[in-house]
């Protein structure tokens, strides 16, 4: 029989009336003759009210006791809903990460899956229950908890759906889809059908965040289908899969706008071997999380570095950055109210124009021109840096131009 | 090293203030130079809480699924204990029922214990940490969860600290220790500094409900000194210890009072062989739990059966025999409003008259005579069922009559 992976997310699973609601989607699929593993995420705000409660307690709480509390937030979504689901009359079990033998390495609230026994799901299926499975928690070697961050939950549903083998992995979401864009700022924005692994994995890093991009990567690397679609809809959704050669007919597939970007210029660098190596040691040893990197070189003797970063690493890279320049030479510069435009699309790769195509149509944007501050691309994406406030503009015009939208009725 | 297993109660651990006063507690007796094992159990109310959540979803949850709901509040629990003995600058780890190794039979929401693993703990006790177990939880063949039903806490904590050959398991509570009555009922009620296992068991399983019966029960069995102490107050507690010589002194150690009793009376039963089988068998089938059993022969043909029980109990009995005696011959009659008095002691084996001497208190109780409904006793225990408003006249009668108070000042 075919398996089917269906994760549902917090807001899912809220309260007991969703957690039936979920249970009879479930229900429904096993009923329509698969087996089903559904992975839930702690009910609502709970993980929130974990974190809150440990930092009543410690102002830096211990990585593993972190995972060992946040963990518990799941092993009550799953017996709910394996209660909701034997209350339809559906034989059901719940596992906890531990249980269902998704093992970790020991980095606890970050840790990376290294294996998942399959053995003990398959065991349960065969009898006919649907296995209800904690998201975002496995075990380390030692049999202590631990959590997986961020995204955690798509992370471990798409691998377990890779684990077992699964024809697909449903996500579900509170939106139809992976749209061309933002709804919210591009009235427009049209429902794909189908995107890439590579390009929702760029949409995804860019905050268009639908499926985390862990989730995707793994999809990617195993090949697992992945179906973004409505919770309480029935339509079908957006299937994310391998590349196909038909995608390239179009240049772009989305458009996708990041705010609250900031970024940190080094001006007058010296232009030497092992400059860059030295300033982006010092920030990972601070650990602070950059995005883009821009160099520029602006004489024989000089270069400019541009990164951006978010709010509080932001702070740090100043001060760390700050007594190095001292000594090397060069200046900081920061600047916030920033966001980051993107065009992604597998199409770009075989068709010429597109970024000149997209900086025209800001230039031409409705309602004034719109300055472009940075630019990044990559093999499928053009990003632009530019102030927060042009960033809804500079969406629809991109989107516009690239014919994006559902045509005008 | 000698080991010292401490057990606090839900309302110790119902804030981030209150987990941090446990924890402390507990790095005190480690810095005195004891290896410590914490456990606790769920927060305050989360527990209720949880019901709650699994009724709105299901009038009668599957049970493994709510152990494995109601284990994830202990988990709560031990973390955040954790993370305060780490605070406070000491190693701690915390550990789940299944990582400590309890494993229990798998009779979900009512497991019994079947062995403890006690490498894992004693290794990291080896290390310097104190070790924070979860309470009222354990693991069964399968790897699920399942929890030990009331008193489980208790029951763990004693388990643990036979199972670690630990010098003492000091229940924390509300209550300075073990008293002489009811301090809320007998003003002049005195804190006793030892009591035996069979006398706190007898205690207990009559409401007096300081340490969970089962503990107690383990306690004795396995040898394990009980210490139920303050969780606020420094001062030493009560020590539940193996009956000694100097014990036998005092006549009565203790008077309990329990309210809400009810009493079945089943009156012209046919008198012959088998019918105490036949309808205990009944009531056992559908699981109604009953007290004291009481048989009176009234003529050579008929006797009477008398028990007690609670609330819903004494309603399903009703049900389960009446029919029964419509059969067999016999009328069936339900009392409420009645509360049993029992006066407790190890002495009351080799003192003769305890029994004449406890009746006569009644008799001539302050107040006016105290009427007496029914009589059980047991090796060290005499029981009078009386009127519920008789109650605390009785227990202040029983207990000035033995002089167990505090002398008065």
Redo the contacts between chains.
């Keep these: 029989m075919s398996i089917v992976v269906q994760k549902f997310g917090g807001t899912s699973v809220a309260?007991?009336?969703k957690?039936?609601r979920c249970a009879q989607r479930a229900f429904d699929a096993r009923q329509a003759g698969q087996d089903v593993v559904v992975v839930v995420p702690a009910m609502g705000k709970t993980t929130d009210g974990?974190i809150d409660?440990?930092h009543?307690?410690?102002a830096s709480?211990?990585r593993?006791?972190?995972d060992?509390?946040l963990?518990?937030?799941e092993?009550?979504s799953?017996?709910?809903t394996?209660?909701?689901l034997?209350?339809l009359g559906q034989e059901a079990?719940?596992l906890?990460g531990?249980?269902c033998g998704l093992q970790t390495d020991a980095r606890f609230t970050r840790a990376r899956i290294r294996s998942i026994n399959r053995d003990?799901i398959e065991q349960h299926l065969s009898c006919g229950k649907i296995v209800v499975v904690a998201g975002f928690q496995g075990v380390d070697e030692e049999?202590?908890?631990t959590t997986l961050g961020r995204g955690g939950s798509d992370t471990s549903a798409v691998a377990l759906a890779a684990a077992l083998e699964a024809e697909v992995c449903e996500i579900y979401t509170d939106v139809p889809g992976v749209l061309t864009a933002d709804p919210r700022i591009v009235p427009r924005a049209r429902k794909l059908d189908q995107i890439s692994y590579e390009e929702m994995f760029e949409l995804a890093a860019l905050g268009a965040s639908v499926v985390a991009p862990r989730a995707i990567f793994l999809g990617m690397k195993f090949n697992v289908p992945i179906h973004v679609r409505h919770a309480m809809l029935p339509d079908t959704g957006t299937m994310i899969v391998p590349e196909t050669l038909d995608m390239e007919q179009n240049e772009i597939t989305g458009v996708s706008l990041k705010n609250g970007v900031g970024r940190v210029t080094l001006q007058g660098l010296p232009n030497r071997p092992g400059v860059q190596a030295d300033i982006f040691d010092a920030l990972a040893d601070a650990q602070v999380l950059i995005d883009d990197i821009i160099q520029n070189r602006t004489s024989k003797d000089h270069m400019n570095i541009t990164f951006t970063a978010d709010g509080q690493d932001l702070t740090d890279a100043r001060e760390v950055l700050g007594e190095m320049l001292k000594a090397m030479g060069g200046e900081i510069r920061v600047d916030t109210g920033l966001c980051r435009v993107s065009a992604v699309g597998v199409g770009m790769r075989t068709q010429s124009g597109v970024a000149a195509r997209m900086f025209r149509s800001l230039a031409d944007a409705e309602g004034g021109p719109i300055n472009i501050e940075n630019i990044t691309t990559s093999e499928i994406k053009i990003a632009c840096i530019l102030p927060e406030a042009d960033g809804p503009r500079a969406v629809n015009a991109v989107h516009d131009a690239f014919e994006l939208g559902a045509p005008a009725s």
Tied chains: 1, 2.
């Design positions: 309260d007991a009336q957690i039936r974990l409660l440990a009543e307690i410690s709480p211990p593993r006791e972190m060992q509390l963990a518990a937030g092993q009550v799953i017996a709910l394996a209660m909701a034997q209350e079990v719940s906890t531990a249980q003990r049999g202590s908890v």
